[in-house]
Structures are given as structure tokens and as C-alpha cells.
């Protein structure tokens, strides 16, 4: 675990303490339903887990208040060591009723988070590498509907599901869009508030085309 500044106060550590505490226990008697749990895990309140058998866990995984995961998929959803989705994350592979097209898979690499407020959806496979920082209000979907056929209507016509593949040390800024088929190569940098719809090569730096006169930060 990460130590406190020392700056702070004995109150404000023993409230810090406290409540990781709370979050301990909730994660030890909840980890014992995840189809996998390897070390200690840390849940905050109101989180909701759906279908936990297909989840698995390393260790110092942190899954904060009123994040959602659902489990059901066809691979499982994988959280590797220190792992931290954030408050109000999102995470739907499936339906919640598993009617229709079951999820994937979603993985996710070594000391990598995703910021509060993300919408991850896993109906085809997403994997993020290690030391990953994803930002707040952040979405990939991992699908995309299929619309070639003018006569019919869209719903009828099903989905298609490329994936999406993050590589390590990836920053992603807040209010990113990730769609199907994208891959993101190892140290690239992804500016707020970016629509991405094709793959980025490795150590690119992607900015929204209102910020055109950033330059590179070397």
C-alpha cells in the first residue's frame, strides 16, 4: 500500500485507515464468490457486482463507490495487480439478463486505473496493458452496429466485434472516446477529449483537432 504524507494529520490517517479497513473487509467477504482472488481487495461502498464467478482478481485491486462490474462473458474479466477502477466506472461485457450476444473478455495489466466515471463496454475484447492511466469519463465501446443493408432496420442487422488493445504505459486524458477496432500503442499519450477511431502507432502523442497547434512535448 501506498504510505501517507506525513503532513497529515493523526485524525485524518485514522480516518484514511478506517475506512481502508471497511473497504478490506468488504473485498475479503465478497472476493470469496469471484471465480479467482490472489491477495487483497478493496471495495468501496455501493458497488455493484454482477455474476462474480467470471471475475477474477490479483492483488490490491480497488474497486471504488458505486463502480459496476459485471461479470458475465465468454473469456472472464481479468483484474490484475494493483488495479484501481474508479468511482462510478462501468464495466458491461453482456446484457444483464444474458439474453443475446454474450461479452468477451476485458483485461486489464499491472498498476493500471481507470479514472471515475468510465464506461467500459466489453462486448468484443478489450485488453489493457500494464501502468495504464485511463482518466475520468472515459469510453470504449467495443462493437459496433452494422448498417450496410438501407432496407432493413439497423437492430436487425447485428454487430460486429473488432476489439480494442491498449498497450503499456498508455496515458488516456478525460472524456476520450476509444471505439472498435482501435489499437493503442505502448507510450502513447491521448489527449482530452479525443474521439479515437483508428490505431495509434507507439510513443504517439493523439490531440483533438481543436487543440491542432500542440506541438510534441519533447
Known amino acids: 500500500m501506498t504510505s501517507i504524507n506525513s503532513r497529515v494529520s493523526k485524525y485524518t490517517k485514522f480516518q484514511i485507515y478506517f475506512s481502508t479497513l471497511i473497504k478490506l473487509l468488504r473485498g475479503y467477504v465478497r472476493g470469496l464468490f469471484l471465480k479467482k ?33 459485471q461479470g458475465l ?3 472472464g474479466i481479468v483484474f490484475k495487480d494493483n488495479v484501481t477502477i474508479g468511482r462510478n466506472v462501468m464495466v458491461r461485457p453482456s446484457s444483464y439478463y444474458g439474453v443475446g450476444h454474450i461479452g468477451d473478455t476485458l ?36 462493437e459496433n452496429h452494422i448498417f450496410s443493408d438501407s432496407k432493413a ?28 477496432g482501435v489499437k493503442i500503442g505502448q507510450g502513447s499519450v491521448i489527449g482530452a477529449g479525443t474521439l479515437v477511431t483508428k490505431s495509434i502507432p507507439a510513443y504517439s502523442r493523439v490531440f483533438d483537432r481543436r487543440a491542432k497547434d500542440i506541438v510534441n512535448r519533447k
Open 153 to 180: 432496420t439497423i437492430k436487425s442487422q447485428g454487430v460486429e466485434q473488432q476489439g480494442i488493445t491498449i498497450e503499456s504505459n498508455v496515458w488516456i486524458g478525460t472524456n476520450v472516446v476509444i471505439l472498435d
Open 37 to 69: 482472488h490472489s491477495g487483497p481487495l478493496f471495495i468501496g461502498k455501493k458497488v455493484k457486482i454482477i455474476n462474480s464467478q467470471y471475475i477474477s482478481t490479483g492483488r490490491n485491486v480497488k474497486f471504488e463507490d458505486f463502480s459496476e462490474i
Open 107 to 142: 483485461q486489464i495489466g499491472n498498476n493500471s486505473s481507470i479514472g471515475p466515471g468510465g464506461y467500459i463496454g466489453a462486448a468484443g475484447k478489450i485488453i489493457i496493458g500494464e501502468n495504464v492511466m485511463i482518466g475520468p469519463n472515459v469510453t470504449m465501446i467495443a
Open 73 to 75: 462473458s465468454e473469456r
